[in-house]
């Protein structure tokens, strides 16, 4: 499938679309300004590359996600970096670590991702008040547990809030300079 990138601009307003072109259809999808202003604003909030300064309680995280003894011993002691960019209509998460992950999703959509151990998950992942947010549940069948995942700006830390029953778990990060 070939796919063109088209700007449109209506009014003032300019709106970016992605035409798809296929043998027997040509489709557009518009990414409407109130994603692309979130976009832009995800980048400008909380983009860049991060170092992890510390962890807060993520024995006891890792512990209620099933994760064993020494594979948490492991994640205790490794440092950690995160990379939050964008591309195109998507924001792109790269975590290089004990386990190292490459993550990209649209706002407001949601899609099937994977939980530390694994465990496939349906995410949905959304920007509001300078919060990025996800919402994952286990697929059907999943040994994966429900799951809420915030990432936001406090002072000139990134902070990143992970929820799952009634443990929670805080990884502290601060921007690479």
Known sequence: ME???????NHGDIHIGLLRKRADDISVTMADSETQAALEDVVKTIGGVWVLVRNENLDE?????GVNFVLRKLAAAASSTMTITREDNKIRIVTKGPKDTDVSFELNKEVVSHDPNDNEMKATVTWDAGKLTTDSSPTEGSKGKATL???????DQLIMIVKVNQVEMRRIF????
């Open 61 to 65: 995280y890792l512990k209620e996600i």
């Open 149 to 155: 995942v915030e990432r936001m700006m406090v002072d």
């Open 174 to 177: 601060k921007k690479k300079s």
């Open 3 to 9: 796919q063109f990138c088209v700007r449109y601009i």
